[in-house]
Structures are given as C-alpha cells and as structure tokens.
Antibody, heavy 116, light 107 residues
Framework: EVRLVESGGGLIQPGGSLRLSCAAS????????MSWVRQAPGKGLEWVST???????YYADSVKGRFTISRDNSKNTLSLQMNSLRAEDTAVYYC??????????WGQGTLVTVSA | DIQMTQSPSALSASVGDRVIITCRAS??????LNWYQQKPGKAPKLLIY???SLQSGVPSRFSGSGSGTDFTLTISILQREDFATYYC?????????FGGGTKVEIK
C-alpha cells in the first residue's frame, strides 16, 4: 500500500525547534518529488518546501533560513527541521508526494502549535 | 509564482444538484492540475489528478476537465457526503500553489 505517515508535531514555545518526520511505504522517496504543505487553523493550504529527486531543495519565503528539508534514503523518510518557530507557524503539516507525473499522495498530517 | 484563482469561494446547493467549480491559473500549466476535497479536521483527499483523471475509489459523479489555464471540477449529482471544501492545486512548477478553496454548503 502506498502511504505516508507524519510524526513529530506538538506544542512548542516561540523561538523553539521541532523536527517532523514522514515515513513512506509502497514507493521510494528518493526517486520522487517530496513536499511539505501546511494549513493554519481555519485557513487554506500553503506550500512550505520541496525536495526534488535530483537533490535540490526549495522553500517558501516565509520559512527560508529557518526550516530545513531532508531525506533519509536508507529509512525511506522525509524530514522537516523547524527552528526559530513563530506563532504564525502554527498549522497542520502534511507530507506529500508531489512528483508531476505520478498520482499525488498525502499523509494524514501532524499538528504543530507554537505558543507560550 | 503561478496564481490559482478558484471560484466561487462558497456556494449553497441541494442534494441532487449539479455543481461546477472553476480554477484559473495565471499562466499555462498544461494539465498539471489536481483537485482535493477536505472535510473539517481531515486531510485533503485527492479526487482528480492530471486535470481529468479520477483517483481510484472516487465516485464517478466527480469529473475534471480543462488544460492550459482554465479548469473545472463537476459534481454531477450532489450527495450529502459531498458537502465539504474543495481545492485546486497546480503541480507544474515550484512553488506549488493552491486555489483559495470553495466551500460547498447545504441549501
């Protein structure tokens, strides 16, 4: 079964750090485009970052310099290291396979709450 | 960045109605357009990919069409379980961008 499962969300104070993980099954992360997308409470969907199969990475301006996307080919996982967190980073974070020529796959999401 | 303009932002409809949602891209995206359904507290569910391909397990009352800049999602006979928010998303280029959503409510 093709599946993505996120973990690592939680409550964190402003300025803190959190690492999200996304475990893939049924396909290979390294040969696909993999992205993080977030959704703030009551808001729409917002792209955060993409890790391309060639190793290149891209970030939304709102997270550039604070977030780092990475992948572990041996574990078939994608990660998002989030530093200097702000209240406006509060959202459900989704991991997704976003390769142009394949069927998109999304995880169930993990909630990140940034609050004192 | 490619802007995705979705309309309407909300609509009220009755069970059995035909519903059409449109999505316009600010530049050509070929057929790299996906449609999602989202219910409160749930992850987005893929309905249509590559503009017109029905995702496995999705009822055939959902259909998508279009290419280039103009796309539509049609629900041929609205069912009670279809009341939700719908999003379009382009996968043509980074950054991935989404329409603002269409909330389908019960009339």
């Amino acid at each position: 079964e093709v599946r993505l499962v996120e973990s690592g969300g939680g409550l964190i104070q402003p300025g803190g750090s959190l690492r999200l993980s996304c475990a893939a099954s049924g396909f290979t992360v390294s040969t696909n485009y993999m992205s993080w997308v977030r959704q703030a409470p009551g808001k729409g969907l917002e792209w955060v970052s993409t890790f391309y199969s060639d190793g290149s990475t891209y970030y939304a301006d709102s997270v550039k310099g604070r977030f780092t996307i990475s992948r572990d080919n041996s574990k078939n996982t994608l990660s998002l290291q989030m530093n200097s967190l702000r209240a406006e980073d509060t959202a459900v974070y989704y991991c997704a396979r976003t390769t142009m020529t394949t069927v998109p796959i999304w995880g169930q999401g993990t909630l990140v709450t940034v609050s004192a | 960045d490619i802007q995705m303009t979705q309309s309407p932002s909300a609509l009220s409809a009755s069970v059995g109605d035909r519903v059409i949602i449109t999505c316009r891209a600010s530049q050509s995206i070929s057929n790299y357009l996906n449609w999602y359904q989202q219910k409160p507290g749930k992850a987005p569910k893929l309905l249509i990919y590559a503009a017109s391909s029905l995702q496995s397990g999705v009822p055939s009352r959902f259909s998508g069409s279009g290419s280039g800049t103009d796309f539509t999602l049609t629900i041929s006979i609205l069912q009670r379980e279809d009341f939700a928010t719908y999003y379009c998303q382009q996968s043509y280029s980074t950054p991935l961008t989404f329409g603002g959503g269409t909330k389908v409510e019960i009339k």
